[in-house]
């Protein structure tokens, strides 16, 4: 079974920058999609970033584009999430999850999650 652990959250400045990654335990196929989504105290979890496969597809949602940066490595099974410009709004849990779509923002086409990692910008 597919596991997947986020790593690299922490406490940031404002304007400080963090990489999370997700690392996959177990075969993903390179027809599955790696997405990153994010839950804020108090709100509903919501997309910010998926890759496909292959790395060719990226989206990001409007708030973090030009500021977050999607990768992959597949020879190490991990997806990364360059986060830089941190704002505070950006606090929240971040889950890394995978499906069988080319790069989707919906939630419910992802089937396999992580437990999340705490991500807090705060001075």
């Known amino acids: 079974q597919l596991q997947l652990v986020e790593l690299g959250g922490g406490l940031v400045q404002p304007g400080g920058s963090l990489r999370l990654s997700c690392v996959a335990s177990?075969?993903?196929?390179?027809?599955?999609?790696t997405g990153w989504f994010r839950q804020a105290p108090g709100k509903e979890r919501e997309a910010v970033s998926c890759i496909s496969g292959n790395g060719e597809l990226k989206n990001y949602v409007d708030a973090v584009k030009g500021r977050f940066t999607i990768s992959r490595d597949n020879a190490k099974n991990t997806v990364f999430l360059q986060m830089s410009s941190l704002k505070p709004e950006d606090t929240a849990v971040y889950y890394c999850?995978?499906?069988?779509?080319?790069?989707?923002?919906?939630?419910?086409?992802?089937?396999?999650w992580g437990q999340g990692t705490e991500v807090t910008v705060s001075s």
């Open positions: 177990g075969f993903i196929p390179k027809s599955y999609a």
């Open positions: 999850a995978t499906g069988f779509v080319p790069c989707g923002l919906v939630e419910i086409d992802y089937d396999s």
